[in-house]
């Protein structure tokens, strides 16, 4: 079971997920979600809260890496537990996906158009 919540601050979407990404349930509703956001210049994945993704989970990180490229938008992963992580690295063209830091996290979230503070 995937859980999501997305968080809007100006053109930054944080989609935070929590569960598994391991069926083709899951996997469509982080695609869904994604895709219904409106005009988001950059997405964040928060993937903290994430035990484990599977070929669908993964497959699904793919498209939506080549769909955001493609509408001029930036796609970031933030904070994939070890499990998740290990199964990235197995995978050469997920590689390709970005990975940031919370140092990075703060600047995009101090470079939005809403400002606020965040506990580290």
């Known amino acids: 079971m995937l859980d999501l919540s997305i968080t809007?601050?100006?053109e930054l979407a944080i989609v935070e997920c929590k569960g598994r990404i391991v069926r083709s349930e899951a996997a469509f509703k982080l695609r869904k979600a994604v895709l219904c956001l409106v005009d988001p210049r950059i997405i964040v994945l928060d993937l903290s809260r994430v035990s484990?993704?599977?070929g669908g989970g993964l497959g699904v990180l793919m498209f939506l890496h080549k769909w955001a490229g493609d509408h001029d938008i930036q796609l970031k992963l933030?904070?994939?537990t070890e499990s998740v992580r290990d199964r990235l690295q197995l995978v050469?063209?997920?590689r390709a996906l970005k990975i940031v830091s919370v140092h990075e996290i703060r600047s995009l979230l101090a470079n939005s158009d809403c400002h606020f503070g965040i506990a580290a």
């Open 8 to 10: 809007r601050i100006g």
């Open 52 to 54: 484990a993704i599977e």
């Open 78 to 80: 933030f904070n994939p």
């Open 92 to 94: 050469s063209s997920i």
